[in-house]
């Protein structure tokens, strides 16, 4: 089976993972910045919230894009490893919801973190199984190199929801954790070259 199917669905459900979280963002009564009724106080949180995870979403996307241009044909084990990504990843408007109703509560953004590392740790599977697939020959084998970012961020990750989780801590520790969390996503916000780079090797004349 080509890849095209699998990558149309996975654009629907990630589309619709974004119509999600927008609609989940409450509209001020008031028309002002500030006030009980203002944009601060009733969608403030919320839309940092919302924010940080349509980035989140948007890097995946990204990145299953290039790592696909990269793969020929996909197998049965590809198809159920891509669902288990598409069902981390629809969680993120319940998670992203959970944080902001509750303030940037600590029980809250562990969950969070646990379903942002869920949703990397399937990212990883899917990358493994595809490579597997494919043999010691994987284009993608060689684009993905030694994948720094890909082993830094789940320790992040887990500084985070090890910090959140701390009772002591409480909001200040939950604020440290969406800190973790921030900077994953600035990590993979920097451009990588890497796919790219392999795709003009093949593409180029012997």
């Known amino acids: 089976m080509r890849t095209s199917r699998l990558e149309a669905f996975s654009d629907g459900v990630l589309a619709i993972i974004i119509t999600i ?14 006030g009980p009724v203002g944009l601060y106080q009733t969608t403030g949180v919320g839309l940092l919230t919302y924010l940080l995870t349509f980035v989140y979403v948007g890097i ?7 790592m696909f241009q990269l793969v020929g044909r996909v197998s049965g084990g590809v198809l159920w490893a891509n669902l288990a990504l598409l069902f981390c990843l629809s969680l993120f408007p319940f998670t992203t919801t959970w944080v902001d109703e509750t303030h940037v509560a600590q029980i809250p953004v562990v969950v969070y973190g646990v379903n942002l590392l869920a949703a990397a740790v399937a990212y990883y599977v899917l990358q493994t199984v595809i490579i597997r697939k494919e043999g010691p020959e994987s284009p ?9 970012k890909g082993k830094l961020s789940p320790f992040l990750y ?31 916000l920097i451009p990588d070259r890497r796919i790219e780079r392999v795709l003009r090797e093949h593409d180029a004349p012997a």
Not at 21 to 31: D, I, N, Q, R, W
Not at 140 to 148: E, M, P, V, Y
Request: proline share 3%.
């Open 140 to 148: 993608l084998r060689a684009a993905i190199g030694s994948d720094l």
């Open 21 to 34: 979280m927008v609609l989940e963002l409450k509209v001020p009564e008031g028309h002002g910045f500030f």
């Open 158 to 188: 887990l500084a985070g929801i090890c910090i959140a989780a701390i009772p002591q801590a409480g909001q200040v520790g939950a604020w440290i954790a969406m800190t973790c969390f921030v900077i994953v996503a600035i990590m993979w």
């Open 60 to 66: 995946y996307w990204n990145n299953h894009h290039h």
